[in-house]
């Protein structure tokens, strides 16, 4: 059954409160101040709190808020009561600071019983939701998982099998030119070509093969890859592209490093596509209890109540998803893009 603390210094209210909720089979605490409340609520993790708005040592509203606040009581629902008839303003300031439903005295033991089971039926729902919602970062984290594990065989795949048979090709074609010396100009001159090619394709291969899975991300950490990957950007797109690490990497999980990699890969993609920028910035910052790194351009910009959720967006929302973290884009037409990453560290 339900478990219910009530929150009133009223004794007469008290003793209503039991009969009713009491008979219904709930499981009751009593609580007469806000100190009380805060200890029941930490003991006994109640399921909703019934909370007079006045108390003798704080308001209901400040301890609503506080409550809501703490990430240990998600789920649990408060219902405010107050002694006097209220303006839909001052309900509307109580459920800013997190309440679920409000009520006024007197009322019907009915009402309060429609109110509580209502506030049970949501409870039920957003639990449901909740679940559904850790099984999809459970399944997101697996995917990524799958996905950088395929690259790194892929990008290995790549640079031995492919990589070797391109330079045994140049091997034997620089050969040939060295030993072949009596034929005509133009056949010298193809095979020149052929070299030339050849060791186009050793450095194409090179670059998808680190593009699938850079080495260094492995040897070298996260900053030497972001660093490359701003060097790679700006030789590529003629775009100035810097990095500004102000965080030393090396107590981040190699899951957490793949994912803000690909994160910075797939925004700079979507930066030499769509904004026309001229200038990028990336920065790591980080402290105890979190992560941030953001990637800013000074491109053309767009309207955030137009944004089109592209596959480019999906992909890093469904990363950031992955590892718990917090992507959002914040721009301006004209003014540039800013896409930021927050992620809890344990």
Excluded at 8 to 36: C, H, S
Excluded at 71 to 100: C, F, H, N, R, W
Aim: glycine share 4%; net charge negative; proline share 3%.
């Amino acid at each position: 059954m339900a478990r219910i603390l009530v929150v009133d210094d009223d004794p007469v209210i008290i003793q209503l409160y039991k009969v009713i909720l009491r008979k219904q089979g709930f499981e009751l605490a009593i609580a007469e101040t806000g100190a009380q409340m805060l200890a029941a609520v930490a003991k006994q993790k109640p399921d909703i709190i019934i909370l007079d708005v006045v108390l003798p040592d704080d308001t209901g509203l400040d301890l609503c808020a506080q409550i809501k606040r703490n990430p240990e009581y998600v789920g649990v629902k408060i219902i405010l009561v107050s002694g006097m008839e209220i303006s839909p303003a001052q309900v509307a300031e109580g459920i800013e600071t997190g309440a679920d439903d409000y009520l006024t005295k007197p009322f019907d033991p009915k009402e309060l019983l429609a109110r509580i089971n209502n506030c049970l039926k949501l409870k039920v729902v957003e639990e449901e939701l909740r679940n559904k919602n850790a099984e999809l970062k459970e399944l997101a984290n697996h995917l990524e998982t799958v996905r950088e594990e395929e690259r790194k065989s892929l990008a290995r795949e790549v640079q031995e099998e492919l990589g070797q048979l391109a330079a045994a090709l140049k091997m034997d074609v620089d050969w040939l030119s060295l030993n072949l010396i009596d034929i005509p100009e133009i056949q010298q001159n193809r095979m020149a070509h052929a070299s030339a090619t050849a060791k186009i394709i050793i450095q194409t291969i090179r670059k998808i093969a680190s593009s699938l899975r850079p080495s260094m991300l492995d040897e070298l950490g996260l900053n030497a890859s972001i660093e490359w990957l701003c060097k790679e950007f700006t030789n590529t797109y003629n775009i100035p592209c810097r990095f500004d690490p102000a965080y030393d990497d090396d107590g981040l999980s190699i899951q957490l490093k793949n994912v803000f990699f690909r994160i910075c890969q797939e925004a700079l993609r979507n930066i030499a596509q769509h904004a026309a920028a001229t200038r990028v910035k990336i920065s790591v910052e980080a402290n105890e209890k979190e992560v941030l790194i953001d990637i800013t351009d000074n491109g053309k910009g767009f309207d955030e109540s137009q944004q089109k959720n592209t596959m480019g967006l999906i992909a890093m929302r469904e990363r950031a998803l992955a590892i718990n973290g917090n992507l959002t884009i914040k721009s301006r037409l004209g003014e540039g893009t800013t896409i930021s990453v927050v992620v809890k560290l344990n």
